[in-house]
Every structure is written in structure tokens, then in C-alpha cells.
């Protein structure tokens, strides 16, 4: 019989469970990506019409199903619902952080490993190239089974250490495990992220030479809602004009020096960029309501576990909304003002335009930190605080698991811990064989995080607003709640969030799937859809049929499942 042991526990393991990679380096390089201002005011629409009410929507029925005694996505859904046909709908809550788990304690061991390696001296970069070699070689991406090895510039020790970690924590259940380190964890994280963002917004411009790279106007290519684009004709073989994007331009002295450069010259034009241009792109709402997903944690099984261990009368609707500012605070607040703007610092906008999350994080901060006056220390501050938050991450994806595996087999936590800690071992081996161009990692990540969030959460929100019925969902939210749900989420929860999460669906799977472009333009399948059907790729064959033995193997347990409820305590502690 297990339960929270106060309600600070439970929004620190539930910000601990967004908190994570996505914070720090996959914010930033969408919010720069998709236009810094404009990405924000989509970023903040979608936090409030899907973000916030899917948040809502899955706090209360988690803790609903958990008062009677279900703490699996699968139970808890069969039971609000009244149908044990939706337990089936449910699974997808337990197969989205059991797979993304398998490749997520990969990275994880990533960041422990340049933590280690900082400490020890052995990240002095000249050049983002040199970074990018480093990385490559750290994780084996050069070749399958090359990520197999056990030196501190190797990631082998690394992944067996924090998957131990990780088992050894879930192995101690919610309040010795999960909520004693949040509690640690947490204020440590943040502590580091604001001495890191205290160093950072005092760089000033590092470089001499490049003054206009500076902190200063790093931010203002994140943030500005419009952009002021330089352009350079050329000539196709049809003796056709082409424009094509030269760079882009931030600050006034730079602004200023292309223009006068473009009035002597006929090839360069500088053209403005605004914000309600930006808006019109649809793939700029669709990286927006992604991001949401992504960073909140909504529709991914683990809030609706995690608050199933509530007491009856605790709070959701204030616990919901003070979880998921804190990872606001840490998204916007810490990771949005710190990594981009130190990255152009130093390198300016050639540097750290088009950027991924692993090349922004793994090959352009590396060699920033390494550059910078004290850099040691800051690299392994930063690269420990995106261990910590991912660690905080990858113990709320394996309760999930760990709750379903006690309903449907009516096992204890030893038996649990150890089926899913086989089940999650193999996948990872599978993850890290595979390590060449980290395909087997990005393929699963792709059509997890894609495709069955959306669907969970486009699920959660229709059995909240249409099945449990609008009213009555509001009235097991506001139980014990010390504030209420503005009466406007009503209408949102009802109506706008699930056609909003199907108009998102429908655009992904045009775009992303049939290969249409949002924009206009030829159709191009996207490289997931031309590795499985038109030149095939082992790896990434081999990635969905993971998912597809996961979700097999949690279906059977599902369809054999008794799910007899657990009792659950009434007290508050």
C-alpha cells in the first residue's frame, strides 16, 4: 500500500518527471528554429488549450482510479471509464515510458559521462568539430557495437551505473525511492541552472573580434518575435533568379553593415521577417504543441500513475498547476535564457543556427564551456544538472510499468521490478547495439513521441470531457482543491483541446507520414517513412517491431490481467 508523503513530494517527482533534457536543449533550438517571439506565442496558445487541461484532465482521473485502488494507465482507464474495453486504450500509458525509457537512461549516461569527463580535464575543444568527434566516438555513432565500451571516454560504465541507479531507486518504491530523491534532487538542480545562467548572462561578447556575438544578442535571436533575413541571388541552369537565405542578422550594428553592403551590391537583398508571417507556417504550431508534450510530460502515462497515489481529498488542481510552472520556470526561465544565448556568444548565428538537440548539446556547449574562463566547473555543473533532471525523468517512466506489471500479474515490487528491469535491459542493448547515426534511438523516439502521445492524450482528454462527462470530471478535480479550474476550461477541455490534439494528428500525419507539405511545395516522404517502406534500414526496422514485442507483450498481460484493486489509504500524512 503505497502513497506520496506530502504533497511537496509529489509536485517535485511530478516537475521532476517533465523536468529533463528537453529543458535545456530541445527548447531552445525549437524556439530558435521556428522563429524565437512567434514559436513563443504558439508555445504558450498550446500550453494553455492542450498543456494545462490534458494536465488537469489526467490528475483527476489518475487520483479517481487510485482512491478505489488502480495505479496503471490500463486499470485506471477500465475503471473511470465503467468498460474494460478501454483498459486496451490504457496499454499505450504503459508502452510510451517503458520503450522511451530503453533509450532514454542511454542519454542519461551521456550526460553523466561529460559531467565525469569535465571533472577530469578531458573536454578542451577548439572547435565544434573537435566536440562533434568526441561525442561520436563517446557514444559509438560511427558504427553498430561501438558503443560498447567501459573507459571514462566510453559510455558503457556510464549506462550500466545509472541503469542500476535507476532500479535500485523504483526498487524502493514512491516515498523511499522516487519522492526521497526529487526532494534532493530538484532544489540541487536548480541551484546549479541559475549559477550556470548568472555565468552566462554575464559573458558579455567573449570573442574580441566578434563583438557582435554577444549574450545580449544571443537573446535576441531566441526571443524576437520578427527576424531581419539577408538574401543572395543566384542563377539556376535555366538562367532562372533564386533567392536564397544568406543569414540571418541580429543586433543593430550587424542589421545596419548589411544593409549598406546589400545597397552596393544587386545579389543581396535584406528583407524583414515578421511574426504574423511566421504564425501562418502550420509546422511552427505543430514544433509548438510538440514541445508541450514533450516538456510536460501530458499524455505519456505518467501523471495519471503518479497522482493515482494521492489521498482522496489532496489537492490536483493547485498540485497540477505548481508542477507544471516549475518546469516552466525551468524551460523558459532557466534553459531558454542559458544555452542558446552561450552558444552565440561564441559562435554567433552560423554556429547555432539549424542545431539539434544533441548537436546544440553535445557538440556546441562542450566546446563553449571548454572556452569559457572557469569552464571545467560549469561544463560538469551543467552536464550534472541534466543528469539529475534525467534522472528524475526515467524513474517516473519506469512506475508506469512497475504499477501495471502489480495489477495485471498480481505480483509484489521484487518480481515487478525484476520483469521490467529484463524488459528494459533488452531493449536498451538493442539501442546501444545499434548505435550507428543513433538510428535505433531516434526511430523509436520518433514514432513514440509522434504518435502514441498524441493519441493517449487526444484519449485522456475525450474520456474527461465526453465519457466521464464535463461537470462530473470538474467535480472530482475540485475535491480537496484549495483553488478551482477557471469555468472557461470547461468549454476548452470539452471541445477545444480534443480538436485541437486531432487537428495535430491529421497535420502530422499529412505532413509527416503521406509526405505533404504543410507550406506548399512537392511531396517528400520524411526519412522515417523512407526507412521502413522504400529503402528499408535494419536498424529502424528492427526499432518499431521493439515496439510493436513491447506493446504485444503488454496486451497478452492485459487481456490475461484479473486488475484487482489494491487498497488504497484514506489518510492524509
Known amino acids: 500500500m503505497e502513497s506520496w508523503n506530502s504533497r511537496l513530494g509529489v ?13 535545456f536543449l530541445r ?52 475503471y473511470v471509464t465503467g468498460s474494460k474495453k478501454f483498459r486496451y486504450l490504457g496499454i499505450i500509458g504503459v508502452i510510451i515510458p517503458v520503450v522511451i525509457y530503453m533509450y532514454y537512461v542511454y542519454i542519461e549516461a551521456w550526460c553523466l559521462g561529460y559531467a565525469v569527463n569535465f571533472l577530469a580535464g578531458n573536454m578542451n575543444f577548439e572547435t565544434v568539430e573537435e566536440a562533434g568527434t568526441f561525442w561520436g566516438n563517446f557514444i559509438g555513432i560511427n558504427g553498430d557495437g561501438e558503443a560498447i565500451g567501459f573507459g571514462i571516454k566510453q559510455v558503457g560504465g556510464f549506462l550500466l551505473l545509472v541503469f542500476v541507479l535507476n532500479f535500485v531507486l523504483i526498487y524502493r518504491g514512491i516515498s523511499k525511492g522516487i519522492e526521497w530523491f526529487c526532494k534532493y534532487a530538484m532544489p540541487t538542480l536548480f541551484v546549479l541552472a541559475l549559477i550556470i545562467l548568472i555565468r552566462v548572462l554575464t559573458l558579455g561578447a567573449p570573442v574580441a573580434e566578434n563583438p557582435n556575438n554577444s549574450v545580449i544578442n544571443g537573446l535576441g535571436f531566441m526571443w524576437n518575435p520578427n527576424k531581419t533575413i539577408l538574401y543572395e541571388r543566384t542563377v539556376d541552369e535555366s538562367g532562372t533568379d533564386l533567392w536564397n537565405v544568406k543569414t540571418e542578422l541580429v543586433g543593430k550594428t550587424a542589421i545596419e553593415a548589411a544593409r549598406v553592403e546589400a545597397a ?46 494521492l489521498n482522496q481529498n489532496d489537492d490536483v488542481v493547485l498540485s497540477g498547476l505548481a508542477a507544471t510552472s516549475t518546469n516552466e520556470f525551468c524551460e523558459v526561465g532557466l534553459g531558454g535564457l542559458t544555452t542558446l544565448p552561450a552558444g552565440f556568444a561564441f559562435l554567433g548565428v552560423a554556429g547555432v543556427a539549424g542545431m539539434g538537440t544533441f548537436g546544440l548539446g553535445f557538440n556546441v556547449l562542450p566546446m563553449v564551456f571548454s572556452e569559457m574562463p572557469g569552464g571545467a566547473f560549469f561544463g560538469f555543473a551543467f552536464f550534472f544538472l541534466l543528469f539529475l533532471a534525467a534522472v528524475t525523468s526515467s524513474l517516473s517512466m519506469l512506475q508506469p510499468g512497475i504499477a501495471f506489471l502489480e495489477e495485471a500479474m498480481a505480483i509484489n515490487r521484487k518480481q515487478s521490478v525484476a520483469i521490467l528491469g529484463f524488459v528494459t535491459a533488452a531493449g536498451c542493448s538493442f539501442v546501444v547495439y545499434f548505435s550507428a547515426g543513433v538510428k535505433a534511438l531516434d526511430t523509436i523516439d520518433f514514432w513514440v513521441t509522434n504518435l502514441l502521445m498524441v493519441v493517449l492524450a487526444t484519449v485522456q482528454i475525450i474520456i474527461f470531457g465526453w465519457i466521464i462527462g464535463v461537470e462530473k470530471g470538474f467535480a472530482i478535480a475540485h475535491q480537496g482543491a484549495a483553488i478551482r479550474i477557471p469555468s472557461f476550461f470547461k468549454f476548452v477541455m470539452k471541445y477545444v483541446s480534443p480538436a485541437f490534439l486531432i487537428i495535430i494528428f491529421g497535420a502530422w500525419i499529412y505532413n509527416s507520414v503521406l509526405g505533404f507539405s504543410l507550406t506548399g511545395g512537392e511531396k517528400k516522404y520524411s526519412s522515417y517513412i523512407v526507412d521502413l517502406f522504400i529503402e528499408p534500414n535494419v536498424a529502424a526496422i528492427m526499432s518499431v517491431i521493439v ?27
Open 264 to 309: 552596393a551590391n544587386p545579389n543581396l537583398e535584406l528583407r524583414a521577417k515578421t511574426m504574423w508571417s511566421q504564425l501562418a507556417n502550420p509546422q511552427l504550431w505543430l514544433a509548438a504543441a510538440g514541445q508541450i508534450f514533450f516538456s510536460l510530460s501530458v499524455g505519456f502515462g505518467v501523471i495519471i500513475t503518479y497522482s493515482s497515489y
Open 11 to 23: 509536485i517535485l517527482a511530478v516537475a521532476g518527471s517533465a523536468v529533463g533534457l528537453g529543458n
Open 27 to 78: 527548447f531552445p533550438g525549437q524556439a530558435a528554429q521556428y522563429g524565437g517571439g512567434a514559436f513563443m506565442i504558439a508555445y504558450f496558445i498550446a500550453l494553455l488549450l492542450i498543456g494545462l487541461p490534458i494536465c488537469w484532465a489526467e490528475w483527476a482521473i489518475g487520483r479517481r482510479g487510485g482512491r478505489d485502488g488502480f495505479n496503471s494507465s490500463p486499470g485506471i482507464l477500465g
Open 547 to 573: 515496439i510493436l514485442l513491447t506493446g504485444a507483450f503488454i496486451t497478452l498481460l492485459t487481456a490475461r490481467g484479473s486488475f484487482e484493486p489494491k487498497p488504497q489509504p484514506t489518510a492524509q500524512k
